[in-house]
């Protein structure tokens, strides 16, 4: 088992280019794993703890810890996208 690609994608693109995530992954990034772990279903909940490593591994410490963070990055990337 490991982390499936579609939300490797979803986390790259968010740090990347500031591609709001889906409200799963947001729970992760704002480090609210008891909400992401109540809404994980089954398939989910067996991939917790890759998703947990690659986004403490691959995501930087401005970009993860609360939702004011995760909101922050993505009006930052926004704002480089619109102003190059």
């Known amino acids: 088992m490991s982390l499936p690609g ?3 994608r979803e986390i ?3 740090v990347d280019d500031g591609v709001p995530p889906g409200n799963y992954v947001w729970k992760f990034l704002a480090n609210d794993l008891m909400l992401a772990a109540f809404h994980a ?5 067996k991939i917790f703890f890759y998703i947990c490593d690659y986004v403490f591994n691959a995501v930087p410490v401005g970009a993860r810890g609360n939702y004011e963070k995760v909101a922050e990055w993505i009006k930052r990337k926004k704002n480089d996208r619109d102003n190059p």
């Open 12 to 14: 790259d693109m968010y």
């Open 41 to 45: 279903d089954y398939d989910e909940r």
């Open 6 to 8: 579609y939300i490797k």
